[in-house]
């Protein structure tokens, strides 16, 4: 390893290698040293991705499935919703990783380095990057590493943590069970005590599917009690059909109103490490790829990636914020919310909301979809940054 880079890319996650693939689509870097660090070799199927988007991205090629419905469930409502013009995708975490790392291990200004990282600092000329036996500089570091957990950085100043936190299991069954034309976006048919809960089921095929058992709560469960939904789960919807269990993935995911750092100087913190994490849905794979693609552009013009938050970014910071209150306070539970709001607007505006990509119009709408009761106040005392009592 040399002793200076042009950039140093710490953490070779999503967002760090969805950033490495756009620096390797752009001549602007052909030339640049670059040395990517991760502690892990990045060679395990630890999780898979869906979002929706309009327009193929970088990913396209690894996309491994496509919806163009997906349905939604619950006690008192059921739809097929038709998603166009979104298309609902699906990526393979092993997918992604493999790609990006051949396509590096190509390029000669390309180095990598498996160890973990213990700081990264701005310094007045560029920035450093402390491993166990060296101390590497940069003109600039991307860093995805969230050096303090996600729950301990929140209790420091958020009103609002949950977990998101899930557990899937990808099936093949004997027989043909599924329809993998529409993919199961959320059934809320599922018991609700523990606080929002709802099943995902996403069809690759007649015969295989990931069923995923999913809550938003401040606590996890048991790992028993993950297993026993997702059994019981496949029984009462699909019968006594006989699967085997291919794969798994756990995960857990921040849902606050924390302010992630951006980073500082020539330190650009970037995923879940740089509050890419929707707060209320927990989605991030399509806020990566918004980020990525601003750094890049920022790095090219020789403008700083680090911005002030816009009007656009405040007012979903806020929509999150009110909808982790009625939801972290329990005034009205996920399964009501959800069937409101996916019940009284046409798909498309839902997810462009989701998106962060809805006009102020399709907000109004939204928002006359749910009780005003209970979101007037849950949004005043946001607006007001009037603090929660802790229980
Ligand atoms: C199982 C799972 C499924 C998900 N599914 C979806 C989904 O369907 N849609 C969606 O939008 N979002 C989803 N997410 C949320 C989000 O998209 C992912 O968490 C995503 O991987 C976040 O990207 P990241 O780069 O911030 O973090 P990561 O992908 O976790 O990358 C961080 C990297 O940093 C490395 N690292 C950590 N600490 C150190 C250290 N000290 N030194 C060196 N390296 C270190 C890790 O090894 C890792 O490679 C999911 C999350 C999980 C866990």
Known sequence: MKPHYDYIITGAGLAGLSLLMRMMQHPFFDTAQILVIDAAQKNTNDRTWCFWEKEPDIFEPIVCKKWEQVSFIAPSYKSELNLS???????RGIDLYTTVLALAAN???????TEPVLSVQSTQTGATVELNNQKLTATKVFNS??????????????????????????IKTETPVFND??????????????????MYVMPTSTTTALVEYTLFTENLLADSAYNDAIYAYIQKTYGNIKYTITHQEFGKIPMTNFTFSSGAGNVINMGVAGGQVKGSSGYAFHFIQEKTKTVIADVVAGTNPLRTP????????LYDAVL?????????DGATIFTQIFSKNPPDRVFRFLNNESSLIDDLHIMSSVPTRIFLPAALYALLGVKRRRA
């Open 310 to 317: 816009n009007f656009s970014q405040k007012k979903f910071g």
């Open 145 to 170: 590493i969230l050096f303090e957990p996600a729950n301990v950085l929140a209790q420091k100043s958020a009103d609002y943590f949950l977990w998101q936190h899930f557990k899937g299991y990808e």
């Open 324 to 332: 982790l209150r009625v939801l972290q306070d329990k005034k009205l």
């Open 107 to 113: 390029k000669t200004n390309i180095s990598f380095c």
């Open 181 to 198: 034309a529409v993919a199961t976006l959320m059934d809320f048919t599922v018991d609700q005590s523990n606080g929002t809960t709802f």
């Open 85 to 91: 013009p979104f298309v609902y995708k699906m990526i």
